[in-house]
């Protein structure tokens, strides 16, 4: 059997609730076995899925979109745009060439 990562399901639309609790619960198996604190999602719906696997059963990844950590590291992200990034990263302040001193 071949082994592949399960990246997002909003592409299924129409999926069968069970199929979704299966691949979800693949999902979350693959999350936990990297130990990550964060989960970086490409796109909103594969955030969204992530982010209540996360959620509904107890995981204590961070879900966090890749533009997210783009703009974060490119001193653009405002204080609003934090809202899924753990405490580590929330207030780092990244130089920006406009910023004054």
């Known amino acids: 059997m071949t082994t592949f ?3 997002g399901t909003g592409h299924l639309g129409s999926m069968l609730v069970k199929q979704f ?3 979800g619960a693949i999902k979350a198996e693959q999350i936990l ?11 909103h719906n594969c955030h969204a899925q992530v982010h209540d696997l996360s959620d509904v059963h107890g995981h204590k990844w961070q879900t966090v979109h890749l533009w997210t950590l783009i703009c974060l590291s490119l001193g653009v992200l405002g ?3 934090r ?4 405490d580590d990263l929330k207030d780092v302040l ?3 060439p406009e910023q004054e001193e």
Request: net charge negative.
């Open 5 to 7: 990562g399960f990246i």
């Open 21 to 23: 609790v299966e691949t």
């Open 33 to 43: 076995a990297t130990k990550a604190d964060y989960c970086i999602t490409p796109c």
């Open 79 to 81: 204080p609003k745009e």
């Open 83 to 86: 809202a899924y990034l753990g």
């Open 94 to 96: 990244m130089f920006h």
